[in-house]
């Protein structure tokens, strides 16, 4: 996967989360050939750390990217990709953004979305800790929204339901 002026798309590609850069996510769609190359790319595609580009959109909270990647209906996207060093998914990048950047709002945002798309929240790392087993070890065990979040969603076998606000009483009433 090379680009004949200059950089390959994959070195193209992995600077797209550290410059929150949308509009180079899309120029390389354009230039690259098929919706094949482009789904390897965004699923292979790894920094000098062995971070999945995945990964570092979630880690790096690259919500707009994140977003247009997801819709894009006709690429097959590797959400179980994780870290080649400590075995993290998605889901542990974004908790790891959450805790570092205290940024609950956004993460909170973002988490929905993952789980409702699909990634998995029960998928351990090389430390055998599951996304919420983390940020608990992390955030010194305190409940709050991303634990909430979580549990409910582990509930729910993954799969964020009432995420609309709609109580449970609502929900028996079907």
Same mark, same amino acid.
């Given at each position: 996967? $090379? ?5 390959? /798309? ?8 550290? /410059? ?8 390389? =769609? ?11 790319? *965004? ?10 580009? &995945? ?10 990217? *994140? @977003? ?9 996207? +590797?959400?179980?990709?994780? $870290? ?9 990048? &974004? &908790? ?6 205290? +940024? ?7 988490? =929905? @979305?993952?789980? %409702?798309?699909? /990634? ?19 955030? !010194?065990?305190?409940? +709050? ?12 076998? !993954?799969?964020?339901? !009432?995420?609309?606000?709609? %109580?449970?009483? %609502?929900?028996? %009433?079907?």
């Amino acid at each position: 996967m $090379t680009q004949e002026d200059g950089a390959s /798309f994959e070195e193209q590609i992995l600077s797209v989360p550290y /410059f929150d850069n949308l509009s180079l996510l899309k120029n390389i =769609e354009e230039r690259i050939k098929s919706r094949e190359e482009l789904s390897s790319l *965004i699923n292979k595609s790894k920094n000098a750390q062995g971070q999945p580009f &995945l990964y570092l959109l979630c880690y790096k909270a690259a919500w707009d990217i *994140i @977003n247009y990647i997801l819709d894009l209906e006709d690429i097959n996207l +590797d959400i179980s990709v994780v $870290t080649d060093k400590d075995g993290d998914s998605c889901i542990h990048g &974004l &908790l790891k953004y959450i805790i570092e950047e205290q +940024d609950m709002e956004l993460g909170k945002y973002i988490l =929905e @979305n993952l789980i %409702e798309c699909g /990634f998995d929240i029960s998928s351990k790392n090389k430390q055998n800790l599951t996304p919420l087993d983390y940020y608990l070890q992390k955030n !010194g065990g305190k409940a +709050d929204e991303i634990v909430d979040l979580l549990i409910s969603a582990c509930f729910n076998g !993954g799969e964020e339901q !009432g995420d609309e606000g709609q %109580e449970v009483d %609502e929900l028996d %009433e079907d």
